[in-house]
């Protein structure tokens, strides 16, 4: 599985588009195995879905994002779980990995 986090100042950002970086997280057998922090393409309608499934992105934590991004994304077969926290990119994935993420309201109104 590979886990995709948009950030800004190192934690998850609560605009995905206007993210600084990508964490992009491997887990194998529930446990993380590989990180890798990437910069984004220029945002812009259907780039970062089409960047991220290339790279075989299977779910993305974010705090807010569009609908019409969400509907892109699963065009990829990339799920989304929107409305967690700011928090670190490990702490999320391992949070989602024993399944006590918490999730709130989607951050993003567009």
């Known amino acids: 599985?590979?886990?995709?986090?948009p950030l800004a100042e190192g934690k998850l950002a609560a605009h995905f588009g206007h993210c600084q970086q990508f964490a992009v997280i491997d887990v194998d057998n529930n446990e993380i195995k590989n990180k890798?922090?990437?910069?984004?393409?220029?945002?812009?309608?259907?780039?970062l879905p089409r960047w991220l499934g290339e790279m075989g992105v299977n779910l993305i934590i974010a705090g807010g994002m569009g609908q019409r991004a969400i509907?892109?994304?699963?065009e990829q077969q990339i799920q989304v779980i929107v409305g967690a926290q700011a928090?670190?990119?490990?702490?999320?994935?391992?949070?989602?990995l024993d399944q006590t993420l918490a999730t709130g309201n989607n951050l993003c109104d567009h």
């Open 1 to 5: 599985m590979k886990i995709a986090i």
């Open 71 to 74: 509907m892109l994304f699963g």
């Open 87 to 96: 928090e670190e990119p490990e702490i999320l994935v391992r949070q989602y």
């Open 36 to 47: 890798a922090l990437l910069t984004p393409p220029p945002h812009e309608p259907g780039v």
